[in-house]
C-alpha cells in the first residue's frame, strides 16, 4: 500500500509517453464502442473504465461475460470494436481465451497488465503495462491505482489523440495526495475499531465513486472475512435498503461531483433508517457525517478522485483484519493467480 505514491508517479513519468502512443494508434482506427474483460479487482477497475469510456468520450461501453466464449464458444462480431482486457498477471486461462477469440472476431485488443511479458500482453495487439512493480501479498492493492491512473490517461489520449497535456496536468498532483492519505493510519485505526465484530457491511456509492465501493468491498471480504455488499446508491433503494438497520455498517463513498449529489437522497435515507454510517469523501460532505475520513478532494477532478478513495479503505481492510487476529497478506483459499477458465 505504501508504494501506491510512487507507482503513480512511474505512471505519469514513464508510463504516460507510451499510454500517448497506444491511444493515438488505436484513436485512428476508429473504434464504435468498448467491451472490458476482466475478473476480481481488475474487473472493479474495469468499472471504473466503463465510466470513463461512456462519460469522457460518450463510446458505448459494456463488460463482458466471457463464458459466452470460454464456455459457449459464441462468436460475436467484433469489428470496429476495442476490447480492452485488464489483468494484473496476465496470465489466466479465460482471460486469455475471451481475448484471443475477441482479436479472432476482428476487435481490436488492448491488454493492460502489470506483467509485460504475461502471455496475455503478447497475444493483445496492443499493451499497457501499469509499472506497479512486483506485488507479493495476495490482495492487490497498488495494482489496483495503477490500472486506474493508466486507465484514465489512455482514455484521455483517447480523447484528444496525440496529446496527454490536459490529462497529465489533471493527475500530476494525485502522488503527493496519495502520501498524504496514507499517512492518516490513526484515523483508520479508529474507524476499524467500529468494524471488528461486524458481522456484514454495506458499502454505497454513485458514478465514479461506484468501483470504489465494490473494490473495498472485496477487499474487506477476502481479508477479514466480513461479508461486505457493495450498491449503486439508486439499486440499495430497490429492495437492499430494507436490511440496513441502527446495527448494520455502512460506508458511502461521495465523490465530489455529479456522482456525490446523486447519492445524497440515499445518505438521507441511511439517516432515517438510522444507519451506522460513514462517510468517505471531500471535506463537506465528510464533515457533515457523525464519522467519516475527509478525503483532499479540493481541486482534483470527479473522475480522478477514486484513485483517492479507495486508500483508506485499503488500509481499512487491513487494520479490521489484523484487529480480527488473522493475517492480511496471506488470505486462506486464495492464489495471487486466479486459473479460472
Known amino acids: ?141 497498488k495494482t489496483y491505482t495503477a490500472e486506474l491512473l493508466a486507465l484514465y490517461l489512455l482514455v484521455e489520449g483517447l480523447r484528444v489523440p496525440g496529446d496527454l497535456v490536459a490529462g497529465y496536468l489533471a493527475a500530476r498532483a494525485l502522488p503527493e495526495l496519495a502520501e498524504s492519505v496514507l499517512a492518516r493510519h490513526d484515523e483508520v485505526r479508529a474507524l476499524a475499531a467500529r468494524y471488528r465484530f461486524a458481522e456484514r457491511m454495506v458499502l454505497t456509492s454513485r458514478g465514479y465513486g461506484y468501483p470504489t465501493a465494490k473494490e473495498a468491498a472485496l477487499k474487506l471480504m477476502e481479508t477479514s472475512y466480513i461479508p461486505a455488499l457493495s450498491y449503486s446508491g439508486a439499486d440499495l433503494l430497490h429492495g437492499p435498503l430494507a436490511m440496513v438497520d441502527n446495527i448494520s455498517p455502512v460506508i458511502a463513498i461521495v465523490t465530489d461531483g455529479k456522482g456525490g449529489q446523486a447519492l445524497r437522497p440515499v ?5 432515517d433508517r438510522g444507519a451506522d454510517l460513514v ?7 465528510a464533515g457533515r457525517a457523525a464519522a467519516g475520513f475527509a478525503l483532499p478532494t479540493d481541486g482534483v477532478a470527479e473522475e480522478l478522485q477514486p484513485i483517492l478513495e479507495i486508500l483508506p479503505l485499503q488500509r481499512l481492510a487491513y487494520e479490521v483484519t489484523l484487529a480480527r487476529g488473522q493475517d492480511p497478506d496471506a488470505p486462506r483459499s486464495l492464489a495471487k493467480i486466479t486459473e479460472t477458465r
Do not use: W
Open 1 to 141: 500500500m505504501a508504494e501506491q505514491p510512487d507507482v503513480l508517479r512511474r505512471i505519469l513519468v514513464e508510463g504516460a509517453p507510451r499510454i500517448r502512443v497506444v491511444a493515438e494508434q488505436i484513436a485512428a482506427r476508429r473504434p464504435r464502442f468498448v467491451l472490458l474483460t476482466a475478473r476480481g479487482t481488475s474487473d472493479n477497475a474495469a468499472l471504473y473504465a466503463k465510466y470513463l469510456f461512456e462519460v469522457r468520450l460518450g463510446k458505448p461501453c459494456g463488460l463482458t461475460s466471457m463464458s459466452t466464449t470460454t464456455a459457449y464458444g459464441a462468436r460475436p462480431d467484433l469489428r470496429d470494436c476495442l476490447v480492452v482486457t485488464v489483468s494484473q498477471s496476465g496470465g489466466s486461462p479465460d482471460l486469455v481465451a475471451s481475448t484471443r477469440a475477441a482479436r479472432e472476431a476482428g476487435a481490436i485488443t488492448l491488454a493492460v497488465t502489470n506483467n509485460a511479458g504475461s502471455v496475455l500482453a503478447g497475444i493483445s495487439e496492443f499493451h499497457i503495462d501499469v509499472l506497479a512493480g512486483p506485488e507479493r501479498a495476495l490482495p492487490a492493492t
Open 267 to 271: 445518505l438521507e435515507r441511511l439517516r
Open 279 to 285: 462517510v468517505i469523501g471531500g471535506h463537506a460532505e
